[in-house]
């Protein structure tokens, strides 16, 4: 089976305190913006809208069809947020962006990542494969979902490691109960 590289740089504010790792993007013609969470369906935007605005539709395009990728950027800058995913190259099983269906090939260089944003001090994984390829990386436990756990990293790097349910719709939780979920994560880590 044919494998596929990540299609995005990493996303890096210099002032980065917190690192969300999904898995790896969909296929391209199920994104509506050239950024993280691309698919108009998967509702992790919506849910930053609704923890930071109280507004599932905060950052959604004039045109209702897809994300507003410059609102969203500048956001995540400001907020210092950094984003990428836990996998560099997969294989997809079969033709969908199903967590279960992702073989990965090449796990993210964490560590390298991690050296570039030195102010961060929480990894956030957004679903199972995420979650349990940063435990495989380094060593470490599952926290339950909406919980966290402390890494440490290197030598004396102290991070919390936060594992937070799914985005995707099929997930089977209410978007609002999602978003408690994130919001209490935000407020621990500093964020919001």
Request: hydrophobic share 40%; aromatic share 12%; proline share 6%.
């Amino acid at each position: 089976m044919e494998t596929e590289k990540h299609p995005l740089e990493p996303f890096l504010p210099e002032a980065a305190r917190l690192l969300m790792l999904g898995s790896f993007p969909p296929k391209k013609e199920k994104w509506s913006m050239d950024f993280f969470y691309p698919n108009f369906i998967n509702d992790m935007w919506r849910i930053f809208g609704i923890v930071f605005f109280h507004d599932r539709n905060h950052f959604i395009a004039s045109d209702g069809k897809h994300f507003d990728k410059e609102k969203i950027v500048s956001f995540c800058r400001e907020k210092g947020i950094a984003l990428f995913d836990s996998a560099t190259e997969i294989i997809r099983m079969k033709d969908n962006a199903s967590d279960k269906f992702l073989e990965i090939v090449s796990p993210a260089d964490l560590d390298s990542l991690l050296e570039k944003i030195p102010l961060c001090g929480s990894i956030v994984t957004t679903g199972e494969k995420a979650t349990d390829t940063v435990c495989r990386i380094f060593g470490c436990n599952k926290p339950k979902t909406g919980e966290s756990a402390l890494l440490t990293i290197g030598q004396d790097r102290k991070l919390a490691f936060y594992r937070m349910p799914s985005s995707s719709r099929a997930y089977p939780m209410p978007i609002d109960r999602k978003a408690e979920i994130y919001k209490a994560m935000f407020m621990e880590a500093g964020i919001l």
